[in-house]
């Protein structure tokens, strides 16, 4: 593989509690191929799932008690800002809970299964339009001792979440003992440059990945890291 295209998805427009979002995509991008990586963002698989809050918008700390419910662990606070572990595994800022890009009054809350929605999504497309593509289902998350932000995968499905590269060779021959590729995070780290955070595009295309990449993962099972491998918890 050396060459990925990546481009935005345009006239998604906005989602809604119960909308077909396999259908959306497939009218918005009626030009997808076997092979693709359609990656889409946390907050409309989220808007689609239902998974939406009310909350006192005259109240700035209304949001708090769903950042708690939604938080199995808080690792650190400082501030109004909790690093919590959610019940997915993940570390993240707030519990997942996001207030951006929804209705005033409303929070949204990560997907119950990010991998299932994943999957959701790639069988609706594969019958809507026919096509075996991947689907990443991405968000934006902080990351430890680096400045700045990036989208990485929450779910995914048809796609390996990781590639392991133990026992190949590096350009020198060297034998490769401990290498592994996050894919998914790379990918959707790269689908975040056409998206935007305020340009309104959810939805993203990759296609020229590796085919061997293609075949049956999920981000809880492969990047989570285990509490008992993990150094800094």
């Known amino acids: 593989m050396s060459r990925l295209e990546i481009w935005g998805v345009e006239g998604i427009g906005e989602v809604r509690p119960g909308d077909d979002l396999a259908g959306i995509i497939a009218a918005a991008e009626p030009a997808l191929h076997d092979g693709d990586v359609v990656v889409v963002t946390q907050k409309v698989v989220s808007k689609a799932e239902g998974r939406l809050v009310p909350i006192d918008p005259d109240d700035p700390q209304a949001h708090r008690p769903v950042i708690e419910a939604e938080t199995v662990r808080a690792l650190r606070r400082r501030g109004d800002l909790v690093i919590s572990e959610t019940r997915h595994g993940f570390v993240c800022a707030n519990g ?22 994943a999957r959701r999504i790639r069988d609706a497309l594969a019958a809507r339009a026919g096509v075996r593509v991947a689907v990443i289902v991405s968000d934006t998350f902080g990351r430890p001792w680096r ?49 935007g955070k305020a340009a309104g595009i959810p939805v993203a295309v990759v296609r020229g990945v590796d085919g061997s990449w293609l075949r049956p993962g999920e981000v809880r099972g492969e990047i989570v890291r285990p509490a008992h491998e993990d150094l800094f918890r």
């Open 96 to 117: 997942g809970v996001d207030l951006s890009n929804v209705d005033r009054g409303w929070a949204a809350l990560l997907p119950i299964d990010p991998d299932r929605s």
């Open 147 to 195: 400045q700045g932000l990036t989208d990485v995968a929450i779910g995914c499905a048809g796609i390996a979440a990781v590639v392991n590269l133990r026992g190949t060779r590096d350009d020198r021959g060297r034998e490769l003992a401990v290498t592994e590729v996050a894919v998914v995070d790379e990918l959707a780290g790269a689908a975040e440059l056409v998206m």
